[in-house]
């Protein structure tokens, strides 16, 4: 099993940047793609963005320009950088990752906890 842990969430001021990171941990597994997800209150889960380990990325509309994804192959962790933070980027950001175990070959999908980001205007 692969667990993800989040951190890097906060408080900040419209304008105002953050950055999150998502690390996967356990043993006989590979990545095949990550993402950051998001869940307003009263609102449905969305796609934020995805990398694939080619280094394929994916944002949603609302975030093109504004948040980039990024991941470190080697270290199994995967970046938001989120600048020009808007109110309406508040939400709990989730990191899901898609992996395979090498043992099984079988695909899994994981998530991780979850963390609060908070905008204020």
């Known amino acids: 099993q692969v667990q993800l842990v989040e951190s890097g969430g906060g408080l900040v001021q419209a304008g105002g940047s953050l950055k999150l990171s998502c690390a996967a941990s356990?043993?006989?597994?590979?990545?095949?793609?990550m993402g950051w997800y998001r869940q307003a209150p009263g609102k449905q889960r969305e796609l934020v963005a995805t990398?694939?380990?080619?280094?394929?990325?994916n944002y949603a509309d609302s975030v093109k320009g504004r948040f980039t994804i990024s991941r470190d192959i080697a270290k199994n962790t995967v970046y938001l950088q989120m600048n020009s933070l808007k109110p309406e980027d508040t939400a709990v950001y989730y990191c899901?990752?898609?992996?395979?175990?090498?043992?099984?070959?079988?695909?899994?999908?994981?998530w991780g906890q979850g963390t609060q980001v908070t905008v204020s205007s």
């Open positions: 899901n990752g898609h992996w395979m175990n090498t043992i099984s070959a079988r695909d899994f999908s994981s």
């Open positions: 990398i694939t380990n080619g280094g394929n990325t």
């Open positions: 356990g043993t006989n597994f590979r990545i095949n793609f």
